[in-house]
């Protein structure tokens, strides 16, 4: 047994493992310097970024640094009556600092946000501070409270002690049509105000149909490159590949050009009587663009893992299949198509999550009803400089992505792809 | 029972791929019920397309082919019922050894009980009981060979075609397959048509070779009778070594002829030759030309030993004879003491009966 467990020496008497391990360690090292810049670039370009995002999108420690001493001495008020004099007293001692500041706009802002009715309070006791009405040898809540009516109400001071948390999950409940009520119940919001949850839903669907649609077109051709002879098979390549070389804008605005009410397949419907001339379909502004146009855009990233896949596949494997005596189909359905799963859950995927998160395309011939969520992203971070809640939204697409991707590979297995 | 002479027959088969070139020209071939046909000669004679168009791959551009008296060029290949073993086996790399055998009965509808009876005889025949679950690529080059000869005699073809089956596997390994499937043949009686390259595999396991160059069977016979008796020179130089001389034939009679070479004259036996003047390229089998004869024979010469190559059962040599510097003599090493050293003068004579003045080159 000892002689099992002994260490196994070098002949200079070193034991075995530790020699390997500095043989071996320059190699690392040299290893790790030649990925350390790609490994920089991600961290720099990518990871910080959606640490950032992520930060961004739960934050809420502005108001938190407002009204410190307010929120401290609140930790021991039940919230059901009206708070107790030291409150009132701490956060008028905030509420002096920030209007020296100037900060008092910013803290109405996000306590409107989180009860309507705060601005105007605000303001009022704004002026009375300024004017150096309040008296603080007398009961500042008594002279609170006289500021305003709202002041007296309870629900205020609610309000006030739910944004005080550093962190706050609002923007998210957001993005799925929800918020949390006056008792932080997750609650939805009316029926006429829920337009993420659709446009989540229509982005999901869309991804679905454009990589449904681009297998169904993309395999045949894929089969067709594989097997074409070299010569045939080239040219091919190159017209499934031009459309990936020109700028995905000129793409999408040559669609717009094609599908139009005026535009050239409606010329061509009305010309072969398909359609009459005061009845043109319309093709673009709605889903049926947004469809054809990203169908085609990322056709060819079905067409080329299917293709690096189909190419490995021997014909004498299909020539096989039928002289056992399996019919073409036969031989295609239970020998080819096998074989070329990999290829499909490649591109599939790739398909999938490039749609997922497609932007441009939709917003240019989508319309109202072919926007996605990557539309309302972006109409957040430009129009509305809601960054947090973008974030938010961008996170949410990010996890969801991760969610289908853990998902492929429960049922099919990540080592399945084959990408080229 | 009378066997079918000619159970495949090739009638004056004609392919051309792209309308130019020929690549089997005016193919006549007939083969017999429980057969083993070989279909030998260098890459591009067209042995491989003639292979294709039995199994139904690529058509006839003239002719037809006939299977048991039946024209087949109108019937796909999944209806000829005819096994093939491919060059790379072909074998299903998603489906273990057990579906891979099933797939030809499960595609003719066997029951589930049967299936597993004949896929359970057909592995026992190329001794790989037990592999059942493995997949392909868990197996040996020679284990996945003989799972697809097995898949190809599953279903009880008529016909079993091969493709150069034994190409990807080394010379030992090679060598017990080609045993394995010569006995399989005898064992079943299947009828067999193989191709290959090697001339060697040829022989060792066919009934019948069949040599094919430029489109065209050369020859088609026994083994023994294409290498003693091959009928023109690309026979005679394909298959195994040939010593050859070119020469004009001088005097002929019924069965030997004076041909003169460029220094001096031999006899030998006119096989394609017929009258003088003729040129022709006489060629000898190295084994049949004997040192310092003890035997009369009728061609009697004198060489220089230019390289001597010990090959273990056996001793070459080559000579500078009669002007051809390539002569080869191969000496057993069980023979008496012979003194071989290089630059020595030996006599050399063979019979004029196993020197065959062929076509010229």
């Not at chain 1, 802002?109 to 150096?132: P, S």
């Not at chain 1, 992505?401 to 792809?417: A, M, P, Q, S």
């Not at chain 2, 075609?161 to 010569?182: C, F, H, T, V």
Request: hydrophobic fraction near 40%; charged fraction near 20%.
């Amino acid at each position: 047994m000892s002689s099992e467990t002994k260490q196994i020496l070098t002949t200079d008497g070193i034991p075995l493992e530790i020699s390997l391990k500095k043989a071996e360690r320059k190699n690392k090292i040299k290893a790790f310097l030649l990925v350390a810049p790609l490994l920089l670039f991600l961290i720099i370009t990518y990871i910080f970024p959606i640490g950032e995002m992520f930060t961004r999108s739960i934050d809420d420690k502005m108001i938190t640094n407002m009204l410190p001493k307010t929120f401290k001495s609140m930790e021991t008020w039940d919230g059901k009556e009206l708070p107790t004099e030291e409150v009132f007293a701490s956060f008028l001692s905030d509420f002096k600092i920030l209007v020296d500041k100037k900060e008092h706009g910013k803290l109405a802002q996000r306590l409107n946000k989180e009860k309507n009715g705060f601005n105007t309070i605000t303001k009022k006791l704004f002026r009375q501070v300024k004017r150096n009405k309040i008296d603080e040898t007398q009961s500042i809540k008594e002279q609170i409270m006289k500021v305003h009516k709202r002041w007296r109400n309870v629900e205020y001071w609610q309000a006030i002690k739910r944004t005080a948390p550093p962190y706050t999950s609002a923007k998210y409940l957001k993005a799925m049509d929800m918020y949390l009520n006056e008792d932080n119940k997750i609650t939805q919001v009316s029926e006429d105000r829920r337009i993420h949850r659709i446009l989540w839903l229509r982005t999901v669907e869309v991804a679905f149909f454009v990589t449904v649609f681009c297998f169904l077109m993309g395999y045949p051709i894929a089969h067709l490159l594989a097997t074409l002879p070299m010569k045939y098979s080239n040219l091919l390549m190159i017209c499934v590949l031009l459309p990936f070389w020109t700028s995905l804008l000129v793409r999408t605005a040559s669609w717009m050009i094609l599908l139009q009410q005026q535009g050239v397949v409606n010329d061509f419907f009305v010309m072969i009587g398909l359609v009459s001339d005061d009845n043109r379909p319309e093709m673009m502004y709605n889903k049926v663009g947004t469809y054809v146009a990203m169908t085609q855009i990322l056709l060819p990233f079905m067409v080329l893992p299917l293709y690096s896949v189909m190419k490995t596949i021997s014909p004498s494997l299909m020539r096989a299949g039928k002289s056992l005596g399996g019919t073409p189909f036969v031989a295609f359905w239970k020998v080819y198509f096998p074989l070329t799963i990999p290829g499909i859950g490649a591109g599939c995927l790739l398909v999938f999550i490039l749609a997922i998160g497609y932007y441009i395309t939709p917003a240019l011939v989508g319309g109202a009803s072919g926007t996605l969520i990557s539309n309302q992203i972006a109409y957040h971070m430009k129009t509305t400089l809601d960054w947090s809640f973008a974030s938010a939204m961008g996170l949410m697409l990010l996890g969801g992505v991760l969610v289908i991707y853990w998902l492929y590979n429960k049922l099919v297995g990540v080592d399945n792809i084959k990408l080229g | 029972m009378s066997k079918n002479t000619e159970f495949v027959k090739f009638d004056k088969v004609d392919k051309s791929y792209d309308g130019k070139i020929l690549v089997v020209k005016d193919l006549n071939l007939n083969i017999s019920e429980g057969e083993f046909i070989t279909m030998l000669g260098p890459s591009g004679s067209g042995k491989t397309t003639c292979l294709m168009m039995l199994a139904g791959f690529e058509t006839p551009t003239n002719g037809e082919i006939f299977l048991d008296k039946n024209p087949i060029s109108n019937i796909p290949p999944h209806k000829r019922g005819i096994g093939m073993v491919f060059q790379n086996y072909a074998l299903f790399p998603h489906m273990t050894v057990y579906e891979n055998l099933a797939f030809p009965l499960k595609v003719r509808k066997i029951q589930k009980d049967e299936i597993d009876k004949k896929v359970d005889k057909a592995l026992s025949m190329v001794s790989l009981s037990g592999f059942e679950s493995r997949m392909p690529a868990q197996l040996s080059g020679g284990q996945q060979q003989r799972v697809a000869v097995a898949r190809a005699l599953v279903f009880d073809p008529a016909v079993v075609l091969m493709d150069e089956p034994l190409g990807a596997l080394d010379k030992n390994l090679r060598e017990s397959m080609q045993y394995e499937i010569k006995h399989i043949h005898e064992n079943i009686g299947v009828t067999v048509v193989y191709v290959t390259h090697d001339q060697g595999e040829a022989l060792t396991m066919s009934n019948r070779i069949a040599v094919f160059n430029d489109g065209k069977v050369q020859q088609l016979s026994s083994p023994d009778k294409l290498y003693e008796e091959p009928v023109n020179s690309f026979v005679a130089e394909f298959i195994g070594e040939n010593n050859t001389f070119g020469g004009e034939v001088t005097d002929i009679s019924k069965d030997v002829c004076k041909v003169k070479l460029q220094n001096g004259e031999i006899l030998a036996n006119p096989i394609s030759v017929k009258s003088k003047g003729d040129k022709t390229t006489v060629s000898i089998r190295p084994e049949r030309a004997l040192i310092n004869p003890i035997d009369k024979m009728d061609n009697n010469q004198t060489g220089k030993i230019e390289e001597v190559i010990y090959h273990g059962d056996h001793t070459r040599l080559r000579l500078d004879l009669l002007g051809n510097k390539e002569f080869i003599l191969k000496v057993p090493n069980s023979s008496n003491e012979l003194d071989l050293k290089l630059g020595n003068q030996i006599k050399v004579g063979w019979n004029s009966q196993d020197a065959r003045a062929l076509d010229p080159k």
